[in-house]
């Protein structure tokens, strides 16, 4: 337990720290009310069955203080008063609801953009060690998990003195009375707790498990959709999926079940040692009148304690079963990012490579000792077999990769984590995979960018798509999911477009036309090269046609010293 609060301390922030404080304060006030409500009860009930009962106690000191003249009336007054009471507990309760749903809500968006924020700020080397449909999962179940969580735990606090106050209030009323339901109570109580707790704690953690399971299917088959359909694998994929969901139905099912007995079982137990209280009573002295108030009161709080009881088990029972959300969301959201600067960095002369070594893995090196300089306004295409390096090495000059040894310079400036956002913004990157989301071609080629609208339509008449898009809806054309109502070739001029949008000084193109037949590649390459007549061009190819142009051509294995 001590673990749990550290943890969850530990993710929130310290505006959620001041409001969880209010609430706990706010829940002990809410529980004393509800205690005044039930302890109420009873002197009304009594001094309206009995109203000579004004002559005595507090009753009298009461009447005599307000000046009542008759009996009725100080009974009325009574009655009056204990409903402004539950007007008021009612109003607060509602408001006690709305803090706690404002506080609950606002954490399940501090935590879901904070883990988006995290992904989003990955180095891409561990990006890439990522499953994003994990990483969703995290984002959107998880959080959502957690927040419940924090819920369950500020309810079981409140249950938890709700119990203990009106607890106090039977002890004060009858001693020997409750004591004995206390017994009957808690001896159920605790083999509850031990027997269906465990069960729960296996449940939740399966839960997490095939929940994630389920999330990767969903991902992987929407992924590779036209492949599916290729090879019809659809009857594997779905039985799989079926397993998963059946299992993670399944644990919530246990769960939901087990979570019914301790309600029923208290229930049970608790109203049948009351009723058989009254049945003693009437048997040992055959007269039940005179016990009327208390056991009114002790209806009325085992009502009321019952339920908090239930809740209480409940509320442990799920934090239980979801326990697992805490570690999954507290391990991405302790994990520390390098804080990217806004320092400039220019870039008016070269670009310089200095024994530059990487490895994935930090000790497989894919690139060894790599020296390199590339002049600004500089054409350059690095050829060389699968394998050899090409991507990793432009990765590294574009600032994706760190490299594991070596220096990369920018007009003699050290490429740090201060300058890095500065020099990703002088880059146009168009790889060989254009990813067009479901959206106007507008909104693709923006991506995220202030949108401007002449802007856009001059980098489509660059990129030679205009024309055809004219045809149709303009930037207002609609592209699909993955670009999928248009060819490859329109695709990848929306993905040069995208590149000059933002008017960068290089241009980089990682195998950006290898998918393509021969003619259409010949075509966007002339268009590229005369788009980047004023620009550096880094350009990775396989077909020397795509090369033609260029100042330089640069093979990977005899550059890389390792090969």
């Given amino acids: ?144 998990y957690l927040t419940s969580l924090i819920q369950y735990s500020i309810m079981l606090l409140s249950d938890f003195f709700t119990v203990l106050f009106i607890y106090t209030v039977l002890l004060i009323a009858n001693l020997k009375m409750t004591l004995i339901i206390s017994l009957i109570l808690g001896v159920k109580l605790i083999f509850l707790t031990k027997t269906l707790s465990r069960i729960i704690k296996v449940q939740g953690e399966k839960r997490a498990v095939l929940q994630e399971k389920f999330y990767r299917i969903i991902s992987e088959a929407f992924g590779n959709f036209k492949i599916v359909k290729l090879i019809g694998n659809e009857k594997n994929i779905l039985d799989s999926f079926a397993q998963a969901s059946h299992g993670f139905a399944r644990t919530n099912i246990i769960n939901g079940t087990i979570a019914s007995i301790p309600k029923n079982a208290l229930e049970t137990i608790g109203f049948s040692a009351l009723v058989g209280t009254v049945i003693y009573v009437i048997f040992k002295y055959d007269n039940v009148a005179f016990v009327i108030p208390i056991i009114s009161m002790y209806a009325l709080a085992l009502y009321r304690i019952l339920p908090s009881i239930n809740r209480i088990i409940n509320s442990y029972n799920n934090i239980l079963f979801i326990r697992k959300s805490l570690d999954i969301v507290h391990a991405d959201l302790v994990y520390n990012n390098e804080d990217e600067g806004t320092e400039n960095i220019d870039f008016t002369s070269v670009i310089e490579l200095k024994n530059i070594t990487f490895g994935y893995d930090g000790k497989d090196n894919v690139l060894h000792d790599i020296n390199l300089s590339i002049q600004k306004g500089e054409k350059v295409a690095f050829v060389g ?68 609208e002449a802007k856009i339509v001059h980098v489509l008449q660059q990129a030679n798509v205009w024309d055809f898009l004219e045809s149709k809806n303009g930037i207002h054309t609609k592209v699909g999911e993955g670009g999928i109502q248009l060819s490859g070739g329109q695709k990848q001029r929306i993905g040069i477009a995208r590149a000059l949008y933002s008017d960068p000084e290089i241009l980089v193109l990682d195998e950006a036309t290898s998918a393509l037949d021969n003619e259409t590649e010949s075509k966007i390459m002339e268009e590229i090269y005369n788009i980047s007549q004023d620009k550096t061009l880094i350009i990775i190819a396989h077909r020397l046609s795509t090369t033609e142009r260029c100042d330089r051509i640069l093979d990977l294995n005899i550059l890389n010293k390792g090969i």
């Fill in 1 to 144: 337990m001590t673990e749990y609060i550290r943890k969850l301390l530990s993710i929130l922030t310290k505006k959620d720290k001041k409001f969880l404080s209010l609430l706990f304060v706010f829940t002990i006030f809410i529980s004393l009310i509800e205690t005044i409500g039930i302890s109420a009860i009873m002197p009304f009930i009594s001094v309206a069955s009995n109203p000579e009962l004004v002559n005595d106690g507090y009753y009298k000191q009461v009447y005599d203080f307000f000046e009542f003249k008759e009996k009725s009336k100080f009974i009325i007054t009574f009655g009056f008063v204990l409903i402004s009471f539950y007007i008021f507990r009612s109003l607060l309760n509602i408001a006690y609801s709305y803090l706690l749903n404002r506080f609950i809500f606002g954490t399940y968006h501090n935590f879901a953009f904070k883990l988006f924020q995290g992904y989003i700020g990955l180095p891409y080397k561990k990006f890439i060690n990522r499953n994003t449909a994990v990483l969703t999962k995290t984002i959107l179940a998880e959080t959502s």
């Fill in 385 to 452: 077999e699968s394998g050899s390096g090409k991507s990793t090495l432009i990765d590294i000059v574009i600032g994706i990769f760190k490299p594991c040894y070596g220096l990369l310079t920018v007009d003699g400036k050290k490429l740090t984590v201060n300058n890095i956002k500065s020099w990703r913004s002088k880059i146009g990157y168009i790889p060989q995979s254009i990813y067009l989301f479901d959206g106007t071609v507008g909104e693709n080629v923006s991506f995220g960018k202030n949108t401007d």
